[in-house]
């Protein structure tokens, strides 16, 4: 009988085994250095995070995320103090393809996020810490539903890992990009005490409006303006720590102005008045 020919379905990424999932909030949390022989992914919901990782520091805007290869330490910042909150899946990977992955930050697309969050709700409904440490399936949990919780992962990382073949071919431009953005971002930062307008930031970084709004919107997932404000609270929640600064003073060096304003614009994006934050441990 002739032999008929048929397609091997490899498997470039497999997921063994999940290792820990969690969802909780950063803010006020000190962060404690860990390593680990499995891979670690972190995906910012809302905040930033700050993360130093093998020695470099890392900023993981809201709507991306973050991956820590196994055996590489990472802690949190201990000087910017993060405000996201996040969720995040440890698992077991020894496929060599995902190397590709190894201490990246990844900007995800709506669909991308919208993937992500149905795996995290899926795998919380069915997995549970375990008394013993580590984790475990709940009770009733049929095998079906673990294993299209690793397909769910494994299309993930591989639609992940597609994008990032693609994005190889234009890494030059990539890399631009990411250099416009860090020469706005620390100019904003060199200028928080000052009224910037779009037009002030266009010109002093030598790029047109529309590029600065492109660029805010690309990696932090906001407007300029949104993200001034957000390095403005960054800035005056430092000052509120570290500083002998009273809020009025804090809020003249922060951009704010006002100590009204100051105070509005705080406990809009931290929850808090500053005069809790500053008592808070």
């Keep these: 009988m002739k032999q008929r020919e048929k397609i091997l379905l490899p498997r470039l990424l497999s997921v063994d085994a999940i290792n820990s999932l ?74 060599p393809a995902m190397r590709c992955f190894d201490n990246r930050v990844f900007a995800l697309d709506k669909d991308r996020q919208k993937q992500l969050s149905a795996f995290f709700d899926a795998a919380l409904a069915a997995c549970e810490k375990s008394p013993h440490g580590g984790l475990r399936a709940r009770d009733g949990v049929p095998p079906h539903r673990l294993q299209m919780l690793r397909a769910q992962l494994e299309f993930f990382l591989l639609g992940l890992y597609t994008e990032g073949e693609r994005r190889a071919e234009s890494s030059n431009r990539r890399q631009y ?58 800035a005056a929640k430092t000052l509120i720590r570290e500083s002998t600064l009273n809020f009025t003073e804090i809020a003249e060096k922060t951009g704010f102005g006002t100590l009204h304003y100051f105070s509005r614009v705080f406990k809009e994006r931290t929850g808090m008045t500053p005069t809790v934050y500053a008592k808070a441990p």
């Design 177 to 234: 990009k990411k250099e416009c953005f860090a020469r706005l971002s620390d100019y904003m930062k060199a200028h928080l005490a000052e009224r910037l307008t779009l037009a002030d930031l266009a010109a002093a970084c030598s790029m047109s409006e529309s590029s600065i709004k492109s660029l805010c919107r690309e990696f932090c997932d906001c407007g300029p303006t949104d993200y001034l404000i957000s390095l403005r609270v960054t």
């Design 22 to 95: 969690y969802h909780f909030s950063l803010e006020g949390r000190a962060g404690k250095g860990e390593l680990h022989d499995f891979y670690e992914m972190v995906f910012v919901e809302s905040g930033f995070y700050y993360v130093i990782l093998d020695g470099e520091r890392f900023e993981v805007p809201p709507g991306s995320c973050i991956f820590f290869a196994p055996n590489v330490f990472h802690s949190g910042d201990g000087v910017t103090r993060s405000t996201a909150t996040v969720s995040i899946v440890s698992f077991d990977c020894a496929s």
